[in-house]
Structures are given as structure tokens and as C-alpha cells.
């Protein structure tokens, strides 16, 4: 059976530049530099089992006027593994991002921060730094929560009643060390039921299966446990950017109830954006509209930002043959 074919936006953007970045205990980390040489700054930190690939679409439609940094989170993509689960925390999360906001954003500047999922926590995780704080003029919470993950998870189907027994085939989902092996009709459908929304074209769901499956099973299995018990409520709460929240009505690993209380939390909230009919992966199911908030928020918050047409990039109805390399309605709350 032939494969879907993959959207051209996912086509992974040539970086400008490519840096490896130490963090605080030695991790090395994977850090690429897109667009415009000198343009104001937006960071992009992806979620659990995802690389800078996750963030290809969004990418195209920001790198005409913008320097776009992406980063592998620790054990993602091309940046380091850990060697022991003890180098897998919410602490490791931050001080992973105020390493690479050290060395990607010029002196004296700040960036837009833009986190997706885990990346999302991340900035949460990293908002109580200094070395974070004063180098962040913005941020956008894509499809992320602050805690109480395992309690809101949506993926088992509503027929399961008993909420004890929904808790625990969650936990056992999360921490599964089990290889997803290679990509199917099995493993697409019931991912793609888990992490995106009921109307995607079945090439943005192949593209997101591709990115999943690529994650290592270990590196899958160590983040999941911290993100069973992740709180970063402390950090969303001094989280002082101005900052937007981002939602997709059918987010079952991180539904809106997550979204309206981080922006209840927010010291200084931007607004809600829900997206009707989208799961868990915005940023690969509507891209135009996460690049355009991000867009939003990086012409109100940086400096010589221009806002332009988010939709420039690679065309979101062309493809790509599936055998290429790729390993809205606004709601404001005050």
C-alpha cells in the first residue's frame, strides 16, 4: 500500500546556521538558525517526541522576516541522549532553553518564545530564570498545561467510565517502552486518532506519524515519566512576558481546559486562540494560523518586526512524494 503523499511545507527548511549549544550538565544540544540575518528573533521549542522537523511548516511562513531559531530538546532529534534518567526533569527543560537563548539571541535583544506541547512546559519550566526572563520579549503556548496532565488526557474513548480505570490505561500509554516500529496502517490510524484532529488531510497526519516514530524509544519512555507528574504552575504564574494560549478544540493529550487556566494564571495574558477541529499538533495541522500568532505577537512585542502575510513559504496543497526525507477563529479572554 502507497504511502500518503506529504505536504511541501514540511520540506525541511536549509538553515542559515547550525550550532551546537551546551547546556548547564553538558547536554549537547542541536540548534538551527532559519531566515533573515539581523530580523528580530523568534524561538520555537517543540514537544515530546518531536525535532526541529515538527516545526518545517511554521518555519516557511515566518523566515522571510524573521530569525527563526528551532532546537531538538534533549534526547530529540539530532541533540545529545541523555546517559542516565536522572538528566530528564523540568530543570533540564530550563536551563536547556536559557542555553540556547544565551547563545541564539543577540546581545542585548529578545525573542518571541514559542512552545509546542513539552515545549510549551519548557518555557514555563525556564520562566523563573533570569537568564530567561531578560531575554524574552513575548510568548505563545501552543497545545501545552501546566500540570495535571495524566488527570485531562482524552485518548481513551469516553465508553471507559471509571475515571480510576482511565487514570491507568493512560499512565500505562504514556510510559510504554514498546517500539512503535514502522509506520502502518495500524500505527497511523490509532496515532494519528490520538494526536490530531478527526478531519486532518491523511498527508499532515503521515508527516506527524514519520516525526513520532522517529523519537527513540528510551528518550519517549524517560520524558513520559516526567511529564506523568510535571508542575510548572510556580513558573507559568511568573511567566511576566505577555503571552498567548493556543488550543485545538480536539486536543486529547492537552484539551482547552488546560489552556483557559494558564491564561487565567498568566500575569499578563494576550488572548486565547482556539482552532475548531484541531487536535494536539497545531502547528503541523493549521500552521498558517500558529505562524500568524506567533507573527501577532512578534510585531506588538519586538522591536523593527514587520508583520507580513504568514502564509508566505512552501503552499500548504502542494506535496511532496511521501518517499522524501522529512526524518480560525479567535476567542479573546481578558
Known sequence: MSRPPIPADFLPPVPAEELDVRSADGTRLHVEVHGQPGAPT????????????????????????YRVVAYDQRG????????????????????????????????????????????GMTVMAGAARPEVAERTAAAVLVSTGPSDLV?????????????GVRRFLHRRILRSRLPLGPVGPVTRAALGYAIMGAGVPTG??????????????????NWARVLERLD??????????????????EDRLTPPVHAHRMVAA???????????????????????????????????HLPGARSGGAESGAGA?????????????RTAVA
Do not use: K
Not at 42 to 65: E, K, N, Y
Not at 317 to 326: E, F, K, M, Q, R
Open 42 to 65: 523568534v524561538v520555537l521549542a517543540h514537544g515530546w517526541t518531536c525535532s526541529t522537523l515538527f516545526w518545517a511548516p511554521v518555519i516557511h511562513r515566518l523566515a522571510d522576516r
Open 76 to 119: 530529540h532529534g539530532r541533540s545529545e541522549v541523555p546517559p542516565s534518567r536522572v538528566r530528564y526533569s523540568t530543570r533540564a527543560l530550563g536551563e536547556d532553553l536559557a542555553a540556547v537563548l544565551a547563545r541564539a539571541v543577540p546581545p542585548g535583544e529578545r525573542a518571541v518564545l514559542a512552545g509546542h506541547s513539552m515545549g
Open 151 to 163: 488527570e485531562e488526557l482524552r485518548v481513551v474513548p469516553g465508553a471507559v467510565r471509571s475515571r
Open 204 to 221: 499532515r497526519v503521515e508527516a506527524a506519524v514519520r516525526i513520532v516514530h522517529a523519537c527513540p524509544t528510551g528518550v519517549r519512555a
Open 232 to 249: 510548572v504552575r510556580a513558573g507559568l504564574a511568573r511567566l511576566a512576558a505577555p503571552t498567548s494560549v493556543v488550543v485545538g478544540s
Open 266 to 300: 498568566l500575569a499578563d495574558p494576550q488572548g486565547l486562540l482556539l482552532l475548531p477541529g484541531v487536535g494536539h499538533m497545531a502547528p503541523l495541522e493549521r500552521p498558517a494560523e500558529i505562524a500568524a500568532e506567533i507573527d501577532r505577537m512578534a510585531s506588538a
Open 317 to 329: 496543497a502542494s506535496t511532496i512524494d511521501p518517499a522524501s526525507t522529512i526524518d480560525p477563529e
